[in-house]
């Protein structure tokens, strides 16, 4: 089903529950990793998924269509997964650990984790990194997103975005490199 065909469900009430129905069937599980990649926790994971589904349902109105669909749901779950974060890390201000540090433990004791330390490893050099160059890290490694795609979801222009990334690139790798010997490539 195009996003067209899915917004003409969306938009009309006796139809709309059918297509967010489906809207959440199509686009349900790339937003739980996008999101999954941010907070690294399965629950947290979960949970914001839930809360962005609902936030478009309240909001498909407000749709604009100057952009495609999936680049309004993404903007839409970046921003609540940035809240949720800086939230988070508001409670952690007065706390001695930080919550990287915190995100790293939940995902140690995380069932749904099961990656070799190679991969846990990964995540903290992710971690160190400033917010914007780890979402854009994000989305490029995970997400294979083109540059052009996150342009206009973050609205920033592809040459800082690629800039962006290439830092976030050298800086996990330079991170990675003082633990292992072994060098990791990632995309261009």
Do not use: C
């Amino acid at each position: 089903m195009t996003d067209n065909e899915l917004l003409s469900l969306l938009l009309k009430d006796k139809t709309r529950e059918k297509g967010f129905s489906l809207l959440v069937k199509n686009y349900k599980e790339r937003i739980y990793w996008q999101v999954r990649h941010m907070v690294l926790s399965h629950e947290d994971a979960n949970d914001l998924t839930q809360e962005i589904f609902i936030k478009i349902f309240q909001n498909i109105d407000s749709f604009n269509k100057e952009s495609s669909l999936l680049t309004w749901i993404y903007r839409i779950s970046l921003n609540h997964t940035l809240n949720f974060l800086q939230s988070k890390s508001q409670r952690y201000k007065s706390n001695i650990k930080s919550l990287e540090d915190s995100m790293l433990d939940n995902l140690k004791s995380d069932k749904y984790f099961d990656s070799s330390d190679i991969e846990l490893k990964l995540q903290k050099a992710i971690l160190s990194l400033p917010e914007k160059q780890r979402m854009v890290f994000n989305l490029r490694y995970y997400d294979d997103m083109p540059f052009k795609e996150m342009e206009e979801i973050l609205n920033t222009t592809q040459s800082t975005l690629k800039s962006t990334y290439h830092f976030a690139v050298k800086k996990v790798q330079d991170m990675l490199l003082d633990n292992e010997k072994d060098k990791f490539s990632f995309p261009n």
